[in-house]
C-alpha cells in the first residue's frame, strides 16, 4: 500500500438489486491487488453464498455478520437484539477502520439499520468523522438518509426496471442468497 492512497467514502444505495454484489465487486477487484477488505454485514445473521465465498478469500476479505437468524426484512419490528447486535457490529467496523489491517471497511446494510433505528444516524456520521484517510469506507442499502448523501464522496443508486420476484420467483440461491 502506497503512501499516497486517498480513501474515500462511497454508497450504494436504490431500491434494485444489486448493492451488495457491488461492494463485494469492490473487494474482489481489491483482493486481487493484496489489498484488504472488511466486511461488516448488518442485519444478517445466516450464512450466504457471498459469506461462503469470501471464506475462501481469507486473509484478503475478512466478513462477519451482525444480526439474528432470519432478520433482514424492513417490515420486520427490531428488538433489544437488533439494537445490541448493531451497536456490535458498528464498534468492529471502526475497530476494523482504525486497526491499520484493512484499506476498505464495508458496512453492508447499514443504511437499512439506520432506517429501521437499529443504529442512529449520527452514530454512522461519527463512524464517518473518525474514517483515516487511507482507508476506503462503503455503505450500501435501501434508504440512503439525506446527511449521509452529503457526506459521502461517490453515491450510486440502484434502480429496478424489473424483477422476476414480481412473478412469484423466490430467491434462488447463488443467486440472490
Not at 149 to 172: F, I, N, P
Request: with cysteine; charged share 30%; net charge positive.
Amino acid at each position: 500500500m502506497t503512501q499516497e492512497f486517498k480513501g474515500y467514502i462511497q454508497i450504494y444505495t436504490g431500491l434494485g438489486k444489486g448493492k451488495t454484489t457491488a461492494a463485494l465487486g469492490l473487494a474482489l477487484r481489491a483482493a486481487g491487488r493484496g489489498l484488504r477488505t472488511y466486511f461488516g454485514q448488518f442485519l444478517k445473521g445466516r450464512t450466504s453464498g457471498e459469506a461462503l465465498a469470501v471464506g475462501k478469500l481469507s486473509p484478503l476479505i475478512t466478513l462477519e455478520l451482525f444480526g439474528r437468524k432470519g432478520f433482514v426484512k424492513v417490515t420486520d419490528e427490531p428488538g433489544d437484539e437488533d439494537v445490541s447486535l448493531a451497536g456490535e457490529g458498528l464498534r468492529k467496523c471502526r475497530e476494523a477502520m482504525l486497526s491499520g489491517e484493512y484499506q476498505i471497511v464495508v458496512l453492508d446494510e447499514v443504511l437499512v439499520a439506520v432506517r429501521l433505528k437499529v443504529l442512529s444516524e449520527e452514530a454512522v456520521l461519527e463512524f464517518l468523522d473518525g474514517k483515516p484517510d487511507a482507508v476506503e469506507v462503503v455503505l450500501t442499502g435501501r434508504f440512503a438518509t439525506p446527511a449521509l448523501v452529503r457526506r459521502a464522496d461517490l453515491v450510486t443508486e440502484m434502480k429496478e426496471r424489473k424483477h422476476y420476484s414480481a412473478q412469484g420467483v423466490r430467491a434462488r440461491e447463488g443467486i440472490e442468497k
